[in-house]
């Protein structure tokens, strides 16, 4: 799987700039490699963008979906009674921080606290990966899988 990641991103077009951010031109490549590689590092230990779930719930459709919305899954109380959606803001605030986020969930994860370059990063990979938008890498953030 780790491979296939790494492919993955290098085949995908450039994505476009990320909410919030000062560039209106698509996200370099480069960032997306980067992504993909910090997403294999750090994320593909529990989380995996092929419909399986592995230490953590599968990722694909995460963006625009439900919280704790993965059948199968037994998420942490917290999740479940969070009801939120998985936008890249709440994305960018759950990875700098999940605890902080939302406490007493269960991610063993500290976050990418002082390594915000490397959150944006993975976000970027997930928004450009049709896996992890559920089949469509262009559709804004917040909107249905």
């Known amino acids: 799987m780790r491979h296939a990641i790494l492919v993955l991103a290098l085949c ?81 605030d759950w990875l700098t921080r999940p605890q902080a986020f939302l406490p007493d969930n269960a991610m063993n994860f500290g976050g990418f606290r002082n390594r915000t370059e490397d959150r944006d990063s993975v976000i970027a990979f997930l928004r450009a990966s049709p896996a992890a938008t559920g089949g469509d890498a262009e559709r804004p953030a917040g909107g249905a899988p």
């Open 12 to 92: 995908l077009p450039p994505a476009p700039a990320a909410a919030g951010s000062d560039a209106a031109d698509p996200v370099a490549p480069e960032i997306l490699a980067a992504g993909a590689a910090i997403f294999e590092r750090r994320c593909s230990q529990c989380h995996g963008l092929d419909g399986v779930n592995y230490k953590g719930p599968y990722l694909n459709g995460i963006l625009g979906r439900a919280a704790a919305s993965v059948d199968a899954w037994d998420y942490s109380p917290a999740l479940r009674a969070w009801g939120g959606r998985w936008t890249e803001e709440n994305l960018r």
